[in-house]
């Protein structure tokens, strides 16, 4: 897909006068006053002055194109500051209310209020839990969608944190406490404050914004309903279909950080089952039994040639982890059967399609060379995530202007899954990792998923203002 720069101009189609000398002057201003020096987004705007000026006598058109007006960037700057202490409240409010997985009820209802607060049309129930709001701009122009998922892990928290979860819930029959362990309450709060920074600007948009409260991304637990596939399904990418979706995932590097990939950035996810059926006997005259043990041994010793042997790495990382062997209970028992599990993680489909087909060969007939038989089940979870090139291009000057080019890295695609996946394939995407960790931090760094895993709160306004950015720049984008 081509994207090509549209000017929205405020008040009719045409650029004035006005229009010019504000953004030729909020550069100065900008330069002058803004934190971040030798910014690369505004010095490149400097070298497209004598562009513009030509543009500007020459233009008949509409179609003119330039970046988000400046003074829409200033307003979201000064917007995402005034509206940190609130998007705090929230998110310390959500973390000492944790909600499981599809059980989001009192976090959607704050979303769902605060949405229609702000005079949003809002959908609620979207495959159960899930909130939807559309801010429609004054002007013509594209939809886009930002996203962010509600739901929390079943950790019992121990960050000792004056806000820290002592929410405990069931499942499966047993009481969990349940954490904010994966930021997700950050998530969530910053992007209700970027709901309220562009409903502010609400009458200096061009189209509109489709805010996406997404449940169950950690998965179905005792529901078959999962966050993104079943948003999805139920239609939330059509009516109106949004031409570009963003999403965000903390992560423990520093603050004012981004990281980016212009291909996969997450893996795709599968687990599976094997199930050895071998015959049982005396451990001291194995000749009169079919070992499922060495088997499931030989089973766990292939599988490793599936990466190394078969997949293409170059075309993306692969990886076949098997976490668990079960088989008997004691020294001179043979069992009748042993239980393997494992995952499965690719970074394109072409290579998640070759790893299951070849392991059903492998696994049949290695325990058909022990006299066993084996049966393989894959269950098939997150497909990878992968963010659309032109479109990280496109964004990555005004993630600058947000943090500074130097705070913008490329990093190399992680083999965790997301459900973000499911929009990313749907309509182009960009799916990024905002830092939360403080510069000056000493110690151990707590990975997500830990139950003494924090966030860096100076990072929500960051998050709120990049985030907007993003949105009013993909505004000012259409595709062709
Ligand atoms: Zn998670
Ligand atoms: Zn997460």
């Excluded at 000056?440 to 760094?445: F, Q, R, T």
Aim: proline share 5%; hydrophobic share 40%.
């Amino acid at each position: 897909m081509h994207y090509q720069k549209v000017n929205y101009l405020i008040n009719g189609n045409k650029p004035g006068l006005f229009d010019l000398l504000t953004f030729l002057l909020s550069d100065i201003q900008l330069n002058r006053s803004n934190h971040i020096h030798a910014n690369p987004y505004h010095m490149m705007k400097f070298t497209q002055t004598s562009t513009l000026i030509i543009l500007f006598f020459a233009v008949l058109s509409p179609a003119f194109g330039q970046h988000t007006p400046d003074r829409l960037l200033w307003q979201a700057d000064s917007l995402s500051a005034a509206m940190e202490e609130q998007v705090v409240e929230w998110r310390r409010d959500f973390h000492q209310n944790p909600e499981l997985s599809n059980r989001e009820y009192r976090t959607a209802g704050i979303v769902a209020d605060h949405l229609r607060s702000l005079g949003m049309d809002v959908q609620t129930e979207v495959a159960k839990t899930g909130v939807v709001g559309l801010l429609e701009g004054q002007a013509d122009g594209p939809v886009i969608a930002l996203r962010a998922d509600m739901d929390a892990l079943p950790i019992t928290e121990e960050t000792g944190l004056p806000f820290a979860s002592t929410v405990t819930d069931t499942l499966h029959g047993e009481t969990v406490g349940v954490m904010h362990a994966c930021g997700h309450d950050m998530h969530t709060s910053s992007l209700m404050g970027v709901a309220s920074v562009l409903a502010s600007m609400q009458d200096q948009l061009p189209g509109s914004i489709k805010f996406i409260f997404q449940p169950a991304e950690e998965g179905a637990f005792d529901y078959d309903i999962w966050g993104a596939k079943q948003m999805v399904g139920e239609g939330v990418l059509e009516d109106p279909r949004p031409e570009v979706i963003f999403g965000m995932h903390v992560w423990p590097f520093e603050t004012g950080t981004v990281g980016y990939t212009r291909g996969a950035i997450m893996a795709s996810v599968d687990n599976f089952s094997i199930h050895v059926a071998g015959r049982g006997g005396h451990g001291a005259a194995p000749w009169k039994t079919a070992d499922p043990v060495v088997a499931a041994s030989q089973i766990v010793n292939g599988l490793q040639t599936l990466v190394s042997r078969n997949a293409e790495l170059t075309k993306g990382a692969a990886v076949v982890s098997v976490g668990s062997i079960r088989s008997g209970n004691r020294s001179n028992i043979i069992p009748e059967e042993a239980e393997l599990l494992g995952t499965i993680r690719t970074h394109n489909e072409e290579t998640r399609q070759l790893i299951h087909d070849r392991m059903e060969t492998l696994v049949k007939h290695t325990a058909k060379a022990y006299n066993t038989q084996a049966e393989l089940e894959i269950e098939r979870l997150y497909p990878t995530v992968t963010n659309d090139a032109k479109l990280v291009d496109h964004m990555l000057p005004v993630i600058g202007s947000s943090l500074g080019a130097a705070h913008v890295k490329e990093i190399d695609p992680l083999m965790i899954a997301e459900d973000f996946s499911y929009y990313a394939n749907e309509i182009p995407a960009m799916f990024y990792l905002m830092g939360i960790i403080p510069p000056n931090h000493e110690g151990p760094v707590e990975p997500i998923h830990s139950p003494r895993f924090d966030i860096d709160e100076d990072a929500i306004p960051i998050a709120v203002r990049t985030m907007s950015y993003l949105a009013l720049e993909a505004l000012f984008l259409r595709a062709e």
